[in-house]
């Protein structure tokens, strides 16, 4: 690997995107993804949180890794994007019911969820890789060390949180935008999702409206499942409090957390930090959740250091 500061990225260079069919216990399931830089080079697998797309990594951010000498996967999470929607209805009432412990089992779970990122990583012939999750993305991330430690160089988690429920909390203000009726046209879409990562989203780093525009109007493109969100959160508050088995994990680890986090409470990144033996600590004052444009060379530089304590 590279060891050179970069200020900026080359020239983003993916793949074209491609799809490989998983056998699951819920049926065939393609996954969508896509590939930047060396494929001789160690692998870091990029995974996204709740309902959003691979295209929420940003493509210069996948360049600038890169460019550090890393074979760069980012892809959509089942129910997410171009990849297939599961079957199971999941309501309103389930999902409350699945955070206080009262309702049935969810149509996957976040190991189902994990088990689809090695699958890719089979077809991609990647023995081990770094693996780097934002947000539920950053607990499949955890599970998936957990359950294979052996098949993660090092683990990135994100704006993340352990399971527990003491930590990691939801602003309740937030709730009404997040079970708000869903949008039904391109236009609506759009202009929910400005309003939610204005509140959401990093308040020293602002994204332009523009560019928050074009993000959700490019996720709508790809494919937008309210259904699918519902069974991702379903699978998330069904998943055990990871903390005794990450305590139990001998892995090069990374947390990244901002301080002004609405989303998921930065008590979360610490309590995944406590958990993690050895793990370095990010906090970032004035970050909320979202990875902004202005902090992309901090995380690189952070995800490259934690990859070099691997080697």
């Known amino acids: 690997m590279s060891t050179a500061p970069q200020t900026s990225p080359t020239d983003p260079c993916p793949s074209p995107e491609r799809f490989v069919t998983l056998r699951t216990p ?19 697998l990029l995974v996204m949180g709740l309902g959003g797309p691979m295209t929420w990594w940003d493509a210069a951010f996948c360049q600038r890794l890169a460019d550090r000498g890393f074979h760069v996967v980012r892809y959509d999470n089942r129910d997410t994007g171009r990849s297939s929607r599961v079957q199971g209805r999941v309501t309103l009432p389930g999902i409350v019911g699945s955070f206080l412990g009262r309702s049935g089992p969810p149509p996957y779970t976040l190991v189902d969820m994990a088990d689809d990122a090695f699958g890719l990583l089979d077809h991609l012939g990647s023995e081990r890789a770094h693996v780097v999750g934002i947000s539920m993305g950053g607990m499949i991330a955890q599970t998936m060390t957990v359950a294979r430690p052996g098949r993660v160089r090092s683990l990135t988690s994100i704006m993340s949180t352990t399971g527990r429920r ?17 949008a039904h046209t391109r236009e609506s879409y759009v202009a929910a999702s400005a309003r939610l990562w204005k509140v959401i989203g990093s308040p020293l780093y602002p994204d332009r409206a523009e560019d928050v525009q074009e993000r959700a109007g490019e996720t709508w493109d790809r494919g937008v499942s309210a259904s699918g969100v519902a069974r991702q959160m379903k699978a998330i508050l069904s998943a055990p409090d990871r ?3 990450l305590r139990d994990l001998d892995v090069p680890s990374l947390v990244i957390h901002g301080t002004s986090d609405r989303m998921v409470h930065v008590s979360g990144g610490r309590a995944t930090s406590q958990a993690l033996r050895g ?22 530089d952070a995800i490259e250091r934690t990859a070099r304590r691997a080697s």
């Open 26 to 44: 819920q049926g065939d399931l393609e996954l969508c993804y896509q590939t930047f830089g060396d494929p001789a080079d160690e692998t870091v």
């Open 166 to 182: 003491t930590v990691g909390w939801q602003d309740p203000r937030l709730l009404p935008m997040l079970v708000a009726r869903r």
């Open 243 to 245: 903390t005794r088995p």
């Open 279 to 300: 793990s370095e600590l990010l906090l970032v004052p004035g970050m909320g959740h979202d990875v902004p444009k202005d902090l992309h060379v901090t995380f690189v």
